[in-house]
């Protein structure tokens, strides 16, 4: 007998869902259908901005998957088709159509939700959001604008990685980019000696950034047009506004069905993204709450890569392979013109708030052998616990090269390694890509000599 | 009352350990003597095929600190100081020059003594090491030549690193290059299907690979100068012959003194890098015995990385603070024009060797994001424990950005993660850097999926 299993959402989290399940289970034994209120299934929102800035060509260049190729798979994907209601009792999704959808499984992957201040203004045309291909498109056109009426300058509020994405894309495009933001620094997840880093790097490229300034208002022309935004300390004109300010779970449709979100507002679920009290619901990516893999504690990150990894666990699930999501730990990495910021695990904040005694220690070295061209500065961080030397967070920012460095550091702490354990460790080395030392042994050297005294 | 540490040998093993023992003993505690045939001390051999190749340009870019510079540390280095023997008995080292000089603690540090086969003609002149940096001068020298007597055609005998390396440096001066080796294929500490992409970017970029051809004789000109070689198979001309072989621990002074040495034929020792029937003696460096930390067995992997690591834990202990060295994977890493090259743990001839029951998965994958600019192609190839999914080691080949993703792998290794750890860790993702899921991931993802059948 036929199970139907319903996903809500076809980006990330939701297709990885389908695409498992159907991995595990065929036609015949469950059907699968998902909802999608866009036109787009399967796309790249984390590749907009390079959409925006020039770097990628076509809308078509950042959709993974289109509809018919899922369907060719056995997943029936039904576009502009938005999910209005659960009911959990009678096991059913009603359709903004009108239509009573039963479903045997429900995978809720509503994504997330771009964060909007309340403030007059923002819902004026001219400011623009970065969440959906539709939202790029609309930034090209009004990039392009018409002929001799292109945009000059462009305001950027937030300074998050999409903030600092979309400043530079815009920048790219000729703009005069102006950054505004609320934090005292760019990037808040670094701790603020790396952030300054990236803040210098954004004013040498010739952006102007606005720090510790809360937009009260997008002030809005005469034709309804934005034309800039008002902080407390000024006002600062502008053809475009974009807004990075971050993302938080889109838990509503959830929420209205009565099931239960967590402290971060995203959907409470167990390690297997299953919802607890309703055994037969999933939910997977941005609105999901999920947990960090150091402190144990809840945690929401909105990130493709989880979303692709937990809606394959509940997947996995579904189609009857028992699956569990290991954490996150945070770990993200962009760039800004010729700087790579990147950063995993607990930054200071996080590491006293979660209650850590740690320890800081911050190097300087280069990305290749200091003899070889194009070695490039970088900086390492990283945050220990005191005595263990147990890795917390590490953040890395220098030239090219330098960011994928994370990655180690993001396995070190993943496998529970100490400094001591990383300074030992056998990395590669050769000039062209780094000093004998790697600059992640070199922290890692600081922390395990000075814990030894 | 003070004791000496008299070191034998002034390159990355030696000057790690005089350097960590006078951090951690002052002068007046102990007396630090260097001594070094040579007349240059801590410099980089591993940067000689740059240095011929001309991205680097001084020979001084490749010392990083010169005896001055140890002199004003409270170390004397004695270059140009041959030591002809050590009486173990006695506790002096006999100099070349007669002197025998007293010692309490001995490091031996003799590094590494390159590959010669005993073949007719590899003494002739034309025919260059790739060691100290004088060979490298030397090879310097012969391609600037004579006004219209410079050498056209390159010969490299070997494909490991240093080959490779060295055949690259000589194309990048304007030589046709003919690399000729025993093995079927270029790095034999890759399986042959990644082997088979190096020889393929190899003869892609113009240069001539005769594999499977063991040099019988080198042939010499009338003037005594090298002209060729002569293998089973032909015999090639060439005006420039380089010897690229590989490495052997340059063991002699130690074995003549008594000093046992390990199956590898070099200084054997403890994890302390102390000679395990003279603990005032320790041995550092190519020339010291190692262990392998996948297989637990004995090991010889001449690396600078090792030898300033196995350098620092003989200073350690001889400074008073306890230091165990933590193994090795044999991590490398190396490019052929674009193609980046790297290792780490076991291939399959050593899983097989070492008696693991192992499975192979390879992976094809991009360094960026698919539709960003520059996305290169990469192959990721796991070697694992069937059953556990614990990874034994890795193989990565590819473009520009593929290379360092080994040290992740090696990361991996080093903390003894499954393919399954590695599957759900959290490595960063932006579309400049790397697809949603990096191919490190893609690859432990197969290793873990088929695993559970």
Redesign the interface.
Known sequence: MSERLVVVGGD?AGMSAAAQARRLRDAGDLEIVVLEQGQDVSY?A??IP?WVGG??GERS??IARTPAEFAARGITVRTGTRAEAIDLAAGQVHTAGGERLGYDRLVVATGGRPVRPPIPGLDADGVHGVHRLDDGAAIRTAIDGLPGDRPRRGLVLGGG?IGLEMAEALQRRGLEVTVVLADPLPMQLLDADMGERVCAAMTAMGMTVHTDQAVREVLVDASGRACGVRTDVGSYDADLVVLGLGMGPEARLAADAGLALGPTGAVDVDRSQRCRDHPEVFAAGDCAQTFH?VTGEVAHVA????A??QGRVAGSVIGG?PAR???????????VGDL?V?R?GLCTTQAEEAGFAYRTDTIEGTTR?G???GAEQVAVKLISESGSGQLLGAQVVGGP?A??????L???I????TAE??A???????????P???P?VVAARKVSRTE?G
Chains 1, 2 share one sequence.
């Open positions: 990330a790249s984390c590749g390079y770097q990628v260049d950042l990685y893999r990130l493709g890569t989880h692709n990894k392979r999501f290991a954490g996150v730990l945070g770990t993200a990495l962009t760039k790579e990147a995993t052998a003899y070889y061209p090269g960011g994928k460095r994370i990655d180690v993001a396995t070190a993943w496998a529970g390694m354990d990383l030992g460790s056998d990395l590669s080395y050769a000039p062209p890509f780094s004998t030392y790697d992640v030894q």
